[in-house]
Every structure is written in structure tokens, then in C-alpha cells.
């Protein structure tokens, strides 16, 4: 019997000197990150992961966690996609990975 995967929404604040690029490069590399966006508010980060379990959602978050400099805000499971978005986003996406990140805007 094959579970569904466990997906997450993970936000994250980074320390003021945490340079962006290095982030970026380090999410690249970590597997259960599908997705990551650049966001203005509260937060600097919204990640989506995918895990095969509970478990490996818990030693993501652990990882998160630990990369210095990194503070999770808040994580929300995805309980479902709404239907007919999916597809039109990913027609529409055409984001190159390498592109250097903007600066963050200085908080108000």
C-alpha cells in the first residue's frame, strides 16, 4: 500500500545578514523543497515541500531549522491544491533558478 505524500507550506525569516544567494543555493539542494518564493511581510521565504512521511517532514523542518540564520515562522499542511491552478501556473512559469535574487526591502 503507497501513502500520498505529506506537503507542507513552511515560512521562514532570515537574519538581516544571511546573504540570499547562499539561501537559494541551499534550497536547491535540499530535496524536500519543491518550491520557494521570495515574499514581502512578515516572513522572507515561502517554501513548499513534499515528503514521503511525517517523519521526513520532521527531519526537513530539523534541517531548516539548524541552517544558521534561519527561523520558521509558521508551517501548514497542505490538506489540497485547489483544482485547475496547478496546470495555468505551470504553463505560465518561467523563472530561471540561477537568476540573482533582488535585494529585500529594507522592513517599514
Same mark, same amino acid.
Given at each position: 500500500?503507497?501513502?500520498?505524500? !505529506?506537503?507542507? !507550506? !513552511?515560512?521562514?525569516? +532570515?537574519?538581516? &545578514?544571511?546573504? +540570499?544567494?547562499?539561501?537559494?543555493?541551499? +534550497?536547491?539542494?535540499?530535496? *524536500?523543497? &519543491? $518550491?520557494?518564493?521570495?515574499?514581502? =511581510?512578515?516572513? $522572507?521565504?515561502? #517554501?513548499?515541500?513534499?515528503?514521503?512521511?511525517?517523519?521526513?517532514? /520532521?527531519?526537513? #523542518?530539523?534541517?531548516?531549522? =539548524?541552517?544558521? /540564520?534561519?527561523? !520558521?515562522?509558521? @508551517? =501548514? #499542511?497542505? +490538506?489540497?491544491?485547489?483544482? /485547475?491552478?496547478?496546470?495555468?501556473?505551470?504553463?505560465?512559469?518561467?523563472?530561471?533558478?540561477?537568476?540573482? @535574487?533582488?535585494?529585500?526591502? *529594507? @522592513?517599514?
Amino acid at each position: 500500500m503507497r501513502c500520498s505524500p !505529506v506537503r507542507a !507550506v !513552511v515560512r521562514v525569516r +532570515l537574519a538581516p &545578514q544571511l546573504p +540570499l544567494a547562499a539561501f537559494e543555493r541551499w +534550497l536547491r539542494a535540499s530535496r *524536500p523543497v &519543491q $518550491d520557494a518564493v521570495l515574499v514581502t =511581510g512578515d516572513v $522572507d521565504y515561502e #517554501l513548499r515541500l513534499e515528503c514521503r512521511s511525517f517523519a521526513d517532514l /520532521g527531519d526537513a #523542518l530539523t534541517r531548516i531549522c =539548524g541552517y544558521p /540564520g534561519v527561523e !520558521v515562522a509558521s @508551517t =501548514g #499542511l497542505v +490538506l489540497r491544491e485547489v483544482a /485547475g491552478l496547478g496546470a495555468r501556473a505551470r504553463a505560465h512559469r518561467h523563472v530561471n533558478r540561477d537568476e540573482v @535574487t533582488m535585494r529585500r526591502l *529594507p @522592513t517599514m
